[in-house]
């Protein structure tokens, strides 16, 4: 138990120092690594904090070596008196009043009998308990929201039946060498295009907000986000965090995480654009930023 705690709190310290620096190392004027380095190196970092476990196996304990000796010769004890033979009867943890002066030990002498001491409270129990119930009641909240929001495509979702934006899906999906795809979804309530899912991923378009040229782009780099798996990231990410959600850090590492995919996901991106684009595909991620915000307002 106390093993586990050490190793937990090592693993932390340890990745709250990884994180310090990957986010320090974002702020250079001229970083020498980009975003795309950045997630790979976070995704090492979440993958030694994900199973807080020793890298090394505990050496085992030997128990001692045991010597027999032959036993010594017993020596002939004199006689006790019969008061203390009577005494040395009784069992330890038992106290009894001293007979008086002269009188020897009789039925009715009280014999006064000790409760058992209270066993004292682990303090490592204490924090192992602690440590598991924050986990799991992240873990619940991070499931529970997971199935409301399927609840809610299952209802509110459907095929996109527009023959133009399913032409551009094919195409795109094509030039990513992308052999297995997301469905594509139209979804009532959505204010951008999101890929969602891990295990069975859709790719989510509002209903008649994204046409012509922005359509294009916002395929481009949800379909992009797909090819690299960013989402097996992000939810390792959210993993870690329940893991060590009693460290501040692990909470901002998961937000570092979220900014990096999504500015490696723009270099890939414009590496697939000529240089005439590059300015209407970035006034596109302008444009899905700002309806975000308008929504959380």
């Keep these: 138990m106390n093993q586990t705690l050490l190793t937990l709190g090592a693993l ?44 090394l196996p505990q050496a085992e304990e030997h128990a001692p070596i045991q010597v027999d000796l032959p036993n010594p010769p017993a020596a002939v004890q004199p006689a006790a008196p019969a008061a203390s033979a009577s005494a040395e009867a009784f069992a330890p943890g038992f106290q009894t009043d001293p007979a008086p002066p002269g009188q020897p030990w009789g039925p009715n002498h009280k014999i006064t009998v000790e409760p058992p001491g ?27 929201a997971h199935l409301r929001f399927l609840s809610y495509l299952l209802r509110w979702s459907a095929p996109v039946t527009d023959g133009a934006a399913v032409a551009t899906f094919n195409q ?13 979804l139209v979804c009532q309530g959505l204010k951008v ?5 891990l295990f069975h991923p859709a790719l989510l378009l509002p209903q ?3 046409t012509g040229e922005e359509l294009g782009f916002s395929l481009l780099h949800e379909l992009t986000h797909y090819r690299r798996r960013d989402i097996w990231l992000k939810t390792l990410a959210l993993w870690v965090n329940a893991l060590h959600w009693f460290n501040p850090l692990m909470w901002y590492m998961v937000r570092l995480v979220e900014r990096d995919t999504e500015l490696a996901c723009d270099e890939d991106a414009l590496r ?3 240089p005439d684009a590059y300015a209407a595909y970035g006034q596109t991620i302008l444009n899905a930023v700002a309806r975000l915000q308008q929504k959380a307002d």
């Design 208 to 210: 008649g907000d994204t």
């Design 118 to 144: 209270k066993k004292p409270i682990d303090p490592a129990a204490v924090l192992l308990g602690l440590w598991l119930a924050g986990a799991a009641a992240m873990l619940a909240w991070s499931g529970w």
């Design 272 to 274: 697939r654009l000529s």
């Design 193 to 197: 295009p999101t890929l969602a899912g």
């Design 12 to 55: 932390t310290l340890g990745g709250s120092a990884a994180a310090a620096l990957l986010a320090l190392a974002a702020r250079l004027p001229k970083p020498r690594y980009g975003a795309k380095w950045r997630c790979r190196a976070w995704l090492l970092l979440c993958l030694r904090l994900a199973l807080p476990l020793p890298l």
């Design 172 to 184: 795109l999906g094509d030039q990513l060498g992308l052999d297995r795809r997301p469905r594509l």
